[in-house]
């Protein structure tokens, strides 16, 4: 049984920095490729950053302000997010793609956490 379990959002002033974390069971990070999306109240869903299984990042907000990154001995997958501004205020998840590549379609990501709320203030 794949679990998926996100950490590290909370409340924070723009300018400052978080680091998220999901921690993987039932299957390994470096696998098949692994993304962040967000999602903020009546928004839709976007992708954010993700990492192919061979370790190359595709970074749809920036690879400055989102980069992301694993750690295959924890099983881990990270997102740092920069130079925080109140718009990215959402729910962030992570998630597990069928392929081992990146791709911009949320269809492709089969498994997903349960999310982690990040809240910028001004």
């Known amino acids: 049984q794949v679990q998926m379990m996100e950490s590290g959002g909370g409340l924070v002033q723009a300018g400052g920095s978080l680091r998220l974390s999901c921690i993987v069971s039932?299957?390994?990070?470096?696998?098949?490729?692994m993304a962040w999306f967000r999602q903020a109240p009546g928004k839709e869903r976007e992708e954010v950053s993700c990492?192919?299984?061979?370790?190359?990042g595709t970074f749809y907000l920036g690879k400055d302000r989102f980069p992301i990154s694993r750690d295959n001995a924890e099983n881990t997958l990270y997102l740092q997010i920069n130079s925080l501004k109140p718009g990215d205020t959402a729910m962030y998840y992570c998630?597990?793609?069928?392929?081992?590549?990146?791709?911009?379609?949320?269809?492709?990501?089969?498994?997903w956490g349960q999310g982690t709320q990040v809240t910028v203030s001004s």
């Open positions: 998630a597990a793609s069928r392929f081992s590549f990146c791709s911009f379609h949320s269809s492709d990501f089969i498994y």
């Open positions: 039932g299957l390994a990070v470096d696998a098949q490729a």
């Open positions: 990492i192919g299984r061979s370790g190359g």
